[in-house]
C-alpha cells in the first residue's frame, strides 16, 4: 500500500522558516506527481504547491517567492521549504500524490499523508 509519512512541523515566529518533509513508501515515487495543500480553521483544503514526475514546479501565488518545493527520488522524499513565514500561513499542511502528470486540484490526488501542523505566531 502507498503511504506517506509527513515531518518537520512546528511553532515558528512571524518572518522565520521550517521545512517540511514527506516520506513515500509502496509505490514508484519517481512517476509520481507530488503536491503540498494547507488547511486553515473554517476554511477550505487549498493548493500550495506541486512537483511533477518530470520537474515541472507550480506555486500558489500566496507563497510564490516565498516556499520552495523540491524532490529527492533517491530518497522517495518531497520537501517544502517555508521562508518568511506569515501568519495566515497557519494551517494542517497536507502532502499529497497522483500518478503522472501534474495538477493542482486535491480531488486529483490518490494518496495522501497524515497531516502536520505549522503554526506561525505574530
Not at 31 to 52: C, D, H, L, N
Amino acid at each position: 500500500q502507498v503511504q506517506l509519512v509527513e515531518s518537520g512541523g512546528g511553532l515558528v515566529q512571524a518572518g522565520g522558516s521550517l521545512r517540511l518533509s514527506c516520506l513515500v513508501s509502496g509505490g514508484t515515487f519517481s512517476s509520481y506527481t507530488m503536491g503540498w495543500f494547507r488547511q486553515a480553521p473554517e476554511k477550505e483544503r487549498e493548493f500550495v504547491a506541486a512537483i511533477g514526475w518530470r520537474g515541472s514546479i507550480y506555486y500558489a501565488d500566496s507563497v510564490e517567492g516565498r516556499f520552495t518545493i523540491a524532490r529527492d527520488n533517491a530518497k522517495n522524499t518531497v520537501y517544502l521549504k517555508m521562508n518568511s513565514l506569515k501568519s495566515e500561513d497557519t494551517a494542517v499542511y497536507y502532502c499529497a500524490a497522483k500518478r503522472f502528470a501534474i495538477v493542482t486540484i486535491d480531488r486529483e490526488y490518490a494518496y495522501w499523508g497524515q497531516g502536520s501542523q505549522v503554526t506561525v505566531s505574530s
